[in-house]
Antibody, heavy 118, light 111 residues
Framework: QVQLQESGPGLVKPSETLSLTCAVSGYSVTSIYYWAWIRQSPGKGLEWIGTLYHNGDTWYNASLKSRVTTSVDTSKNQFSLNLSSVTAADTAVYYC???????????WGQGALVTVSS | DVVMTQSPLSLPVTLGQPASISCRSSQSLVYSDGNTYLNWFQQRPGQSPRRLIYKVSNRDSGVPDRFSGSGSGTDFTLKISRVEAEDVGFYYCMQYTQWPLTFGGGTRVEI
C-alpha cells in the first residue's frame, strides 16, 4: 500500500519560492504511476497544480504554469514541487497524491500547510 | 477548462436516511476511449481527501457499499443509502477526462 508524506517549510515570505517534497513509500516513483500536487485554500477549494511522470513528462495548471516546476528524485523515492514568486494567495494546504489514468487520484498525503507571510 | 458544479453546498442529513449529491460538468466527460473519468472523494474533518469512487461508479476497496456513484455524460450523483455518523464531512467530485483536472466546489454533509 502506497504512503505519501509532504514536507517543507510552513512559512514562506512573499516573492520567495515555496518548496515541498513528497516522500513515497510502498511503491517506486519509477513505477507505472503518475504523481500529482493539489492544494486547498479556503477561498478556492481544491485546485490541481500539476502531474508528473518519472520520465520527465509534466502537465501543469495553466494558471500556475509560469511559476511551477516539479521533479522526481529516484534515489530518494520522492518528488518535489517548487512554486516561485509566491503571494498571500498561495497560502494553502498542499497535498501530494498518486495519479492513474484509470483511477484518477487514488492516494493522498496528509497535507502540508504553507503560509505566505512576511 | 471543464467546470464542475456540485449541489447542494450543504446537506443536512438524518442518521439512517438516504442522501444524494449532484455533480454536473460543463461538457461531456466521455473520453475518446469510451470511458468516463470521474472521481468522488470524502474529506472528513481534519483529514485529507479519500477516494471513494473512480470512473463514475467503481467503489474503492474498503468503502462501505452504502456509497454508490452513478451518472453519465455531464450529470453525476453520489448516493449514501443510509447515512452514518462517520459520513460527516465534505464530498468532492473531480473530472480527469481532460487536463486540467478540475474539482467541484464541495458539498458539506452534516447531521
Amino acid at each position: 500500500q502506497v504512503q505519501l508524506q509532504e514536507s517543507g517549510p510552513g512559512l514562506v515570505k512573499p516573492s520567495e519560492t515555496l518548496s515541498l517534497t513528497c516522500a513515497v513509500s510502498g511503491y517506486s516513483v519509477t513505477s507505472i504511476y503518475y504523481w500529482a500536487w493539489i492544494r486547498q485554500s479556503p477561498g478556492k477549494g481544491l485546485e490541481w497544480i500539476g502531474t508528473l511522470y518519472h520520465n520527465g513528462d509534466t502537465w501543469y495548471n495553466a494558471s500556475l504554469k509560469s511559476r511551477v516546476t516539479t521533479s522526481v528524485d529516484t534515489s530518494k523515492n520522492q518528488f518535489s514541487l517548487n512554486l516561485s514568486s509566491v503571494t498571500a494567495a498561495d497560502t494553502a494546504v498542499y497535498y501530494c497524491a498518486r495519479y492513474t489514468r484509470a483511477g484518477g487520484l487514488d492516494s493522498w498525503g496528509q497535507g502540508a500547510l504553507v503560509t505566505v507571510s512576511s | 477548462d471543464v467546470v464542475m458544479t456540485q449541489s447542494p453546498l450543504s446537506l443536512p442529513v438524518t442518521l439512517g436516511q438516504p442522501a444524494s449529491i449532484s455533480c454536473r460538468s460543463s461538457q461531456s466527460l466521455v473520453y475518446s476511449d469510451g470511458n468516463t473519468y470521474l472521481n468522488w472523494f470524502q474529506q472528513r474533518p481534519g483529514q485529507s481527501p479519500r477516494r471513494l469512487i473512480y470512473k463514475v461508479s467503481n467503489r474503492d476497496s474498503g468503502v462501505p457499499d452504502r456509497f454508490s456513484g452513478s451518472g453519465s455524460g455531464t450529470d453525476f450523483t453520489l448516493k449514501i443509502s443510509r447515512v452514518e455518523a462517520e459520513d460527516v464531512g465534505f464530498y468532492y467530485c473531480m473530472q480527469y477526462t481532460q487536463w486540467p483536472l478540475t474539482f467541484g466546489g464541495g458539498t458539506r454533509v452534516e447531521i
